[in-house]
């Protein structure tokens, strides 16, 4: 998975790209399946001038499969606002793979109980 980094309004040092590397390696879990996804991360402070308040903000986008999971959190704690975008961003992905898992299964039942009716009326007795 490709990540790219943006900073806003901020100097992203190495401490903080390795944090938000570490974290975002849970997500290369879920998403091992697909080589082309990539994610952009921006972060960074709402305003300059802010020294009490919610002033950090994180923003990720997942792009997998043509689809695109985003999430966006803004904290007074920089490390928590990278924590709760990435749990957002899981809790969408996984959400996702349970509904597809879902309709696959759903889709077979229905062929199932399909072949099912076709065999139980040809042997039936009329």
Not at 13 to 27: F, V
Not at 87 to 100: A, F, G, N, P, V
Not at 118 to 123: D, E, F, G
């Amino acid at each position: 998975m490709k990540i790219n980094f943006q900073a806003t309004n901020l100097n992203l040092g190495p401490e903080i790209l390795n944090y938000c590397r570490e974290k975002l390696s849970h997500l290369e879990k879920l998403v091992a399946g697909d080589e082309n996804a990539f994610i952009d991360v921006e972060i960074g402070k709402t305003t300059r001038h802010h020294k009490q308040g919610e002033i950090f903000r994180t923003e990720m986008s997942l792009h997998l499969n043509g689809k695109r999971f985003r999430s966006e959190e803004i904290t007074e704690d920089f490390y928590a606002s990278i924590d709760k975008a990435k749990d957002e961003l899981s809790s969408k992905i996984k959400r996702y793979q349970k509904r597809q898992s879902t309709l696959v299964r759903r889709g077979g039942r229905l062929v199932k109980n399909f072949l099912r009716g076709v065999y139980n009326y040809k042997w039936r007795k009329h």
